[in-house]
């Protein structure tokens, strides 16, 4: 197999300087010239008789014989055409290399009506015999060649006269024609199209009836048949097996020119489609409508006939074998790539543009989800999938199906680059319009007052979500063309939905991780501030017992107030779970929640505890509890002083019991055990779940963040050695100051 030989088509237009009119073929076009080459403006040409869309509803015909046996003045007639034909006067040669033209008469209204077929093409063949260059029998062989290959009817012209004359020239160059047909049809087994041959006997004086110059004809053929040289298997075949017959007879032009015309009528009747009905015998048969059998057509179609043509030319011109089932092979590469081509400029055209527009937003960092992109997409699919169909499935089938997944295969890179760039879109703002609804229905909620449910906000917000996508996504989906399932995007989407609802519930835990801990705030503010006031009674509360409760004493202040921090804990806990659950939180989460939250609750309560030991309140709560042992007596009855009391007894002994409060107070200690509450216990463990994020707010608590180098102790240490001195000086000073003013009084009593 050679180079393929229609590529050298590509090119050939261009050099064709101006655009060729109609007026210009006129005579019709010479597809071969003297010089053996092809018009490169065939195509053209057929473009402009409106052949070219014609499809495989076209017919050619060419016409052999001698030079100058009025073959063009009989095409003139029979089509309508503009064949130059020699004049009467000067007799040389006309008609040079291959001219073709198409029917002219189609069509035509009243008795020129003849219901001829459609999209007739006619091929004027040089004459053979009797030329100036006589010599060159090459020509003659190339000719038929290029005819046989492409026509469905072959004219044999030959004057009546030269019936018999078995050395005529005639029958020279039937014995080409079957030569060449066997080499042809030897490469094409399994196509093995039939032609017709249809002599056209010319001067039919009318002696000798028809059938008998038939008979003669069909004798003289068989000879010739019979005498070729078969190539190996082929020694016997018949002439019949590649050529059905039919005979015309024509009166004399210049002699009875009303009869020829009226005959001539007669026959142009006979191009027509038509199919065979019967044959009887070898040369004998009955057909149906005109000349035109299906099985005649090359099956090229019309809009590929000129590239066709060429390369069929161009491999016989270079004497190369033909190969007509390689040729056709070759067209159908040639024409499915541009049809190809066509078909994909025009989908550029619809999708460029919206290509354009995405990738628009995608630079400007805002995705844009294009409108109705799946119907549009779809469209402009199934167009350019229709229109490569409708020109190339009437190409080499496998070649046209090679090409079709081929044409399939860029259409959907573009698609699919285009949709999922449609579907990050729609993923980005939905994830983001997702988050923004849950925010704001949170939000919402949250004005209304605190009956919101978080979990039912953003399963409803999620729902709305998907169903967008989903919806989106389906728009996009081509039935039949798997890659538009596009579930896995979907899925991912979701993933995504679920991450970002993830972080938002945690946002939302730490919201009521806060709320929960300013509630333990005030709680713990409010009842430890209490226990605190009760150092200033003097008496540790010790009044009265209301209802049954153990009297609480000074000692027993840490036990107290941890046991009620444990217990403004624990209900804290209890809340923090069961909005935590209604949140969907998980049981890490909750954990981590939980374990944060006591570890908060302990920097409160040390917090409010500081505050409570501030240099001047407790001060204050000192000499409040001084002053309480001093001025009251045991029942609770304020003293008044007289000289004779033991003023300095009471007041040592009600300076020393409030100066023990300062060790009390220097360390939370539990009075059954003498040793901090088990803190690190009661915060427990770090949750294995819990994330260095959880963990950045916190404060270190001694004793339980080890590595801190803080120990329980000092962490349960709540004054200084330092603080405690200064506050026993100060506070003696306090004591003094009343102890003076006590007994002045007693004096100032006396004198009174
Ligand atoms: P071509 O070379 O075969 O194409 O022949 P042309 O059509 O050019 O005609 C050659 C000559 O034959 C012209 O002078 C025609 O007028 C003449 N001619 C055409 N038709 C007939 C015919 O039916 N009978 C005769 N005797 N002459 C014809
Ligand atoms: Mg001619």
């Given at each position: 197999l050679t180079a393929p030989s229609v590529m050298t088509m590509n090119g050939h237009f261009a050099s064709v300087g101006d655009a060729p009119t109609k007026e210009q073929y006129e005579h019709g076009i010479q597809v071969i010239d003297e010089e053996k080459q092809f018009n490169p403006n065939l195509n053209t040409y057929l473009q402009l008789t409106k052949t070219a869309q014609s499809g495989f509803n076209y017919h050619l015909i060419s016409v052999f014989g001698?030079?100058?046996?009025?073959k063009s003045t009989l095409l003139n007639h029979l089509f309508g055409t503009e064949f130059g034909v020699m004049s009467e006067t000067e007799?040389?040669?006309?008609?040079?290399?291959i001219w073709m033209s198409k029917n002219k008469r189609e069509g035509a209204a009243g008795p020129e009506a003849h219901g001829m077929a459609d999209n007739i093409l006619v091929m004027d063949v040089e004459g053979t015999d009797g030329r100036e260059r006589g010599e060159d029998q090459d020509f003659e062989r190339k000719s038929a060649l290029f005819a046989l290959a492409t026509s469905e009817v072959l004219i044999v012209n030959i004057w009546e006269h030269q019936v018999g004359l078995y050395q005529g020239a005639n029958m020279g160059l039937l014995k080409t024609v079957f030569e060449v047909n066997m080499q042809l049809f030897l490469k094409d087994k399994q196509s093995n199209p039939r032609s017709l041959l249809f002599f056209v006997i010319r001067d039919h004086i009318g002696t000798t009836p028809l059938a008998n110059l038939r008979n003669t004809l069909i004798a003289d053929l068989t000879g010739i048949w019979t005498s070729l040289s078969k190539p190996p298997g082929l020694e016997k075949s018949r002439i019949e097996d590649y050529f059905d017959f039919a005979f015309a007879a024509l009166p004399h032009k210049i002699l009875q020119p009303d009869k020829f015309i009226t005959e001539v009528a007669k026959l142009s009747t006979r191009f027509r489609v038509g199919h065979r009905v019967a044959r009887h015998g070898d040369f004998d048969q009955e057909l149906e409508?005109?000349?035109?059998?299906?099985?005649?057509?090359?099956?090229?179609p019309a809009d590929g006939f000129s590239v066709y043509a060429e390369g069929v030319w161009d491999q016989i011109v270079n004497n190369k074998d033909l190969d007509l089932p390689t040729q056709q092979e070759l067209l159908a590469q040639f024409r499915c790539d541009e049809i190809s081509r066509e078909v994909l400029e025009a989908f550029d055209d619809a999708i460029s543009p919206l290509e354009e527009k995405q990738a628009e937003g995608v630079r400007l960092g805002q995705p844009s989800v294009l409108k109705d992109l799946g119907a549009s997409g779809k469209a402009a699919r199934a167009k350019s999938i229709k229109a490569f169909e409708t020109e190339a499935s009437r190409y080499h089938k496998g070649v046209y199906a090679r090409k079709r997944v081929e044409l399939e295969g860029k259409i959907d890179t573009r698609l699919k680059a285009l949709y999922q760039g449609q579907l990050s879109a729609a993923h980005k703002s939905g994830v983001a319009s997702f988050s923004d609804a849950v925010v704001a229905a949170v939000k919402a909620g949250q004005k209304k007052?605190?009956?919101?449910?978080f979990a039912d906000i953003v399963e409803r917000e999620k729902e709305v979500a998907l169903e967008n996508f989903e919806l989106e996504a389906k728009s996009l989906a081509i039935e039949g063309v798997p890659w538009t399932n596009f579930k896995q995007q979907y899925n991912l989407y979701e993933k995504d939905l679920d991450e970002v609802s993830g972080r938002l519930r945690k946002e939302e835990m730490r919201r009521l991780a806060t709320r929960v801990e300013r509630w333990v705030r005030s709680r713990l503010g409010e009842s430890v501030g209490l226990e605190f006031n009760k150092?200033?009674?003097?008496?540790g509360g010790s009044g009265a017992p209301e209802s049954g409760e153990k009297p609480a004493t000074e000692k027993d202040l840490w036990d107290r107030i941890w046991n009620l921090f444990v217990a403004t804990v624990k209900e804290a806990e209890s809340r923090f779970i069961e909005r935590a659950k209604s949140y969907n939180a998980s049981g890490d989460e909750i954990e981590v929640g939980l374990w944060r939250l006591r570890r908060k609750s302990w920097g409160v309560l040390r917090a409010k505890i500081d505050e409570e030991v501030m240099e001047g309140n407790i001060l204050l709560k000192l000499r409040e509890n001084f002053e309480d042992k001093f001025r009251y007596d045991e029942a609770g009855v304020p003293r008044i002083w007289r000289p004779t009391d033991d003023i300095e007894g009471v007041y040592t002994k009600a300076r020393e019991s409030t100066l023990t409060l300062i060790p009390l107070l220097s360390r939370f200690r539990l009075s059954e055990t003498y040793a901090p509450p088990e803190l690190p216990e009661w915060i427990g463990a770090a949750p294995d779940s819990v994330d260095p994020k959880d963990e950045e707010d916190l404060t270190p608590i001694g004793g339980v963040d080890e590595e801190e180098g803080k120990s329980l102790e000092e962490e349960m240490s709540i004054l200084s050695e330092a603080k405690r001195q200064d506050l026993v000086v100060r506070f003696k000073k306090t004591a003094d100051g009343v102890y003076v003013e006590a007994k002045r009084s007693a004096i100032g009593g006396v004198a009174q």
């Open positions: 001698s030079q100058s046996t009025g007799r040389r040669q006309t008609t040079k290399g409508g005109g000349v035109f059998l299906p099985e005649y057509h090359r099956r090229i007052g605190a009956s919101y449910e150092l200033g009674s003097g008496r």
